[in-house]
């Protein structure tokens, strides 16, 4: 028996590794989260905000959601039933304020996995619920073989195999780049269906803003970054994060975010292989995060900019995560920052958050953002935390009915942010 890392730490499962048609297939017992509470958890002291960390390295039973930065905002934390008594027992006797959010965490996977088979039984690709890793890059090559603007990438493959799938979607040579990456973290199943929507809508919207967009950059997307988590959080783990790449007998995988070589485990990073925020034992590590930066390296000079898809928290953030000094075109970022949020608030009201991540959520160093920006001279570089906000606690199940709208507000928001941009001249030299 294992205990896995990370998020999957909680749950004991029997795993193999088979291969299967040259890709390593993890023959698992699916992990299950039966009578797992979720508290939340807000500190109302410096002493009690270091007390509620703590836990995080304390004990492999607990499940950190959401992290509080300050005094005042909350840790969202799943606790493993035979860990509830000792859990609670700790937060009273330090008077720390918590509540129980949900008696029972597997219900909502389960609902979630019933739908998703029923739906997949039907056959169609479309945007009303997730799809697996297999259907992404099968629909990834059906747009390709019906659209002659849309020619299919290979970055690589991943630890177990699989393919770093994207595409290339261009109008005629001589435009600048624009780089989409979805799924770094496998549990984030908007990031993947929001990429897939956008792309989608520039090859085959007819509204006059979006077709200008489309033909304006050549867009390199790739959908999932992370193929071999994405595709253990559909077989195995729900709240998988990381790659796969097995670190001794226990632990597995690295945060694919934390392991990009710009300033690479100097800030919210764990050095313990079975944390989620593990950044690898050396700056690209990783097969998955060192073949897409060697994809990228081939495009230096011609990217304009990069945009990463993650979830939630409904935050458009900027350079950099290693430290509160700012970038030297900070004030650029941060004003083309606002303009987007507000174009992305027009349709349905959802409000977002913005600034450089040191700032507005935490210090992390080592991701694909600050890696573009800093080592690659893209001067145009965003990472989107898309629905919910983060008050929600369940943002990892975000119900299908809220993929559409969320990808409809991102690309409204996305055309403000490379046409404001664009106006301030970031895109002339690239080609």
């Known amino acids: 028996m294992v205990w896995n890392g990370g998020f999957s730490r909680c749950a004991v499962a029997l795993v193999a590794v088979v291969a299967f048609g040259g890709v390593a297939i993890e023959a698992a017992e699916v992990a299950r989260y039966d009578n797992y509470r979720l508290y939340r958890v807000t500190p109302q002291s410096e002493e009690q905000l270091r007390a509620v960390a703590a836990m995080e390295q304390a004990s492999d039973s607990l499940i950190f959601l ?34 129980v959010i949900d008696e029972n965490v597997q219900n909502a996977f389960d609902q979630e996995r019933t739908r998703i088979t029923n739906k997949r039984a039907k056959g169609t690709f479309d945007w009303s ?19 002659s603007e849309v020619e299919l990438l290979d970055a690589g493959r991943s630890h177990q195999n699989r393919t770093l799938k994207g595409v290339k979607l261009s109008y005629g040579e001589g435009r600048p780049g624009v780089f989409i990456e979805g799924g770094t973290h496998a549990r984030e199943w908007i990031s993947p269906d929001t990429v897939t929507y956008i792309l989608n809508e520039l090859v085959n919207s007819e509204d006059a803003q979006v077709r200008a967009l489309a033909e304006k950059f050549d867009w390199y997307v790739f959908p999932s970054v992370n193929p071999d988590g994405y595709a253990y959080t559909f077989q195995v783990n729900r709240l998988w994060r990381k790659t796969r790449k097995p670190y001794g007998p226990f632990c597995y995988g690295a945060d694919p975010n934390r392991n990009w070589d710009f300033h690479w485990a100097e800030q919210g990073t764990s050095n313990n292989a079975c944390a989620d925020t593990y950044a690898g034992p050396q700056a690209f590590s990783e ?12 495009l230096r000079g011609k990217l304009g900019a990069y945009i990463a898809f993650h979830s939630y928290s409904q ?25 987007t949020v507000k174009s992305l608030a027009k349709r349905y009201g959802t409000q ?24 690659q001279d893209v001067k ?6 898309l629905r919910p906000d983060s008050d929600a606690w369940n943002g990892f199940v975000l119900p299908p009915n809220q993929i559409v709208p969320t990808g409809e507000e991102t690309l409204d928001s996305l055309v403000t942010l490379l046409e404001e941009s664009s106006a301030r001249g970031y895109y002339d030299a690239k080609n």
């Open 66 to 99: 959401e992290t509080a930065r300050k005094v005042g905002d909350r840790f969202d934390i799943v606790v493993a039933p035979h860990k509830l008594a000792d859990f609670t027992e700790t937060l009273e006797a330090d008077y720390i304020q918590h509540q």
């Open 380 to 385: 145009i570089a965003y990472t989107y935390e």
């Open 129 to 147: 619920d997730y799809h697996t890793l297999e259907e992404v890059h099968a629909w990834l090559d059906k747009l390709a073989s019906e659209h």
């Open 352 to 375: 977002y958050k913005y600034g450089n991540v040191y700032d507005a959520i935490y210090p992390a160093s080592g991701s694909s953002v600050d890696w573009s920006y800093g080592a």
């Open 287 to 298: 097969v998955e995060t060192r073949s897409l930066s060697a994809f990228v390296e081939k």
């Open 315 to 339: 935050l458009l953030l900027f350079p950099y995560g290693h430290t509160g000094e700012h970038s030297p075109n900070h004030k650029d970022l941060n004003e083309i920052a606002e303009a």
